[in-house]
């Protein structure tokens, strides 16, 4: 009765890894209306910000429902459509904070180099995945979107991010540190997903070995991509509310 009724789901039954993406598809998707129809119920200035998380869980919406169907037929991780999606996802992350530090004066360099450094971790993070994914040097192109990474971190951190928020009042400041943890702790999640799904694991050491990467790719999604989006939703409130 139990089995039968697992059966009938629209997903393969034992298959756990496509469930998360049609999860995954329907929570961009409920993110994405969200953001788009709140957009009229901010203030003018946090409009483009509230859009852009818009795009940014609608982009993967459509990516998760094309990487159910991909697992479900071939079995197989999507590398390409999940690395498709991040190319564009990660740089509009890189676009908020820009767009939220911009009043207090940020270049277009700041944009150009987090937009940059973005590139550089994901360009070598898909080698690392599609053509050396079963070989032991697959290591060394994570540690290179790792330094990459890392560059990211410390300009949101201690870098010019850092520093523009902080004059640009309490109510970015706060969203920028919240953000700093975003990044800080829920982009650490995809190297976990990358070290349990590629050979070469922690600098050649298997670790995580029972992962499955895409699971830990698919948490790391949900919570960054919406979590980022409710971040800049909450500034755009709280500064609302002061007005
Ligand atoms: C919405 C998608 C997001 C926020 C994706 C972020 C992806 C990363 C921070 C990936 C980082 C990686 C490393 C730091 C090393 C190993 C290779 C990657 C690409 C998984």
């Not at 969203?175 to 975003?182: D, E, I, N, Q, T």
Request: aromatic share 18%; proline share 2%; glycine share 10%.
């Amino acid at each position: 009765m139990y089995q039968n009724f697992l059966s009938a789901l629209p997903v393969a039954n034992t298959n756990y890894v496509a469930f998360t993406f049609f999860i995954g598809t329907m929570a961009m998707m409920a993110a994405a209306v969200f953001f788009f129809f709140e957009l009229s119920n901010v203030d003018q200035k946090w409009r483009t910000s509230i859009l852009v998380s818009g795009l940014i869980t609608f982009i993967a919406a459509v990516h998760y429902y094309y990487m159910r169907g991909y697992n479900l037929e071939t079995g197989e991780s999507p590398v390409f459509f999940r690395y498709v999606d991040w190319i564009l996802t990660v740089p509009l992350m890189c676009v908020e904070f820009y767009l939220i530090t911009k009043k207090a004066g940020a270049k277009v360099a700041l944009l150009w180099k987090l937009i940059f450094a973005s590139l550089v971790m994901l360009v070598t993070g898909y080698i690392g995945e599609a053509i050396y994914g079963n070989e032991t040097q697959s290591w060394i192109w994570g540690l290179i979107s790792g330094i990459a990474y890392f560059y990211i971190v410390y300009l949101v951190w201690f870098g010019e991010v850092a520093t523009l928020a902080s004059s640009a009042g309490p109510a970015v400041a706060k969203a920028v540190k919240s953000l700093g943890w975003f990044v800080l702790v829920g982009w650490a999640i995809y190297p976990v997903g990358y070290i349990a799904g590629t050979a070469g694991g922690l600098f050649g050491v298997r670790v995580f070995e029972g992962l499955s990467m895409d699971i830990v790719y698919n948490i790391g999604d949900a919570i960054n991509k919406i979590g980022f989006g409710l971040v800049i939703y909450a500034l755009a409130q709280s500064d609302k509310a002061k007005a």
